[in-house]
């Protein structure tokens, strides 16, 4: 949670810095955002077993993906399901996703390595000679302040969500450039 707010802060700061304006983000219209609100909630149900857990983190990928496919040609969202696919790959061949050990410790997060290893919860497991394409699990330690190990699927998804705010945030909207327009044409009719 941390990284995600300190994520949204820099890519504000970003898009101010380039000359955006966070009003302007009202004027990206994303298709079928209802999909993502519900995609991002199922993340987080949780509770003892695997099955209905599991079965909720699949779907809450489905419908990210299905989002992200929609919204494609908007800038941005070419990243965002790059990061949503390489985390679905790596939690669908694993049942979950690995967490590296040494991502944990170089994350100061070292206290919670039993826990992990006795994790009754199927989205994140401690990490094992058993699990394929490791790289892409969390892997990437980051210390504190945040003190998270994040995945390069995370990575991918918070660049792009970055790309598309701040993408909007330079956008001039619509409306704005019609009353420039209009505006011109009444200086250059009385002139």
């Known amino acids: ?32 955002p209802i999909l993502a609100l519900i995609g ?5 149900v949780t509770g003892p077993g695997d099955t209905i857990p599991l079965l909720c983190l699949y779907l809450s990928f489905v419908l990210l993906i299905v989002f992200t496919v929609k919204n494609i040609s908007t800038v941005g969202f070419p990243l965002i399901l790059a990061g949503v696919v390489c985390n679905l790959l790596v939690i669908g061949i694993n049942g979950g996703m690995p967490v ?23 989205k994140h497991h401690l990490a094992t000679g058993d699990d394929q394409l490791r790289f892409l699990g969390d892997v990437i330690p980051i210390p504190l302040p945040i003190a998270q190990a994040i995945s390069l699927g995370d990575i991918l998804t918070y660049a792009g969500v970055g790309v598309v705010i701040v993408g909007a945030m330079r956008t001039v909207p619509a409306r704005r450039e019609d009353e420039v327009a209009a505006e ?7 002139g």
Not at 13 to 19: H, I, K, N, R, S
Not at 22 to 28: A, C, D, K, Q
Not at 40 to 44: D, H, I, K, V
């Open 1 to 32: 949670m941390k990284l995600m707010l300190i994520c949204m802060m820099a890519i504000l700061a970003v898009g101010y810095l380039l000359g955006g304006r966070l009003r302007n983000v009202s004027e990206l219209h994303l298709r079928w």
């Open 40 to 44: 991002l909630a199922l993340q987080f």
């Open 100 to 122: 590296s050990a040494q991502a944990l410790v170089r994350s100061d997060q070292g206290q919670f390595l039993g826990a992990l290893e006795n994790n009754p919860y199927p």
């Open 184 to 190: 011109h044409e009444v200086a250059h009719a009385g």
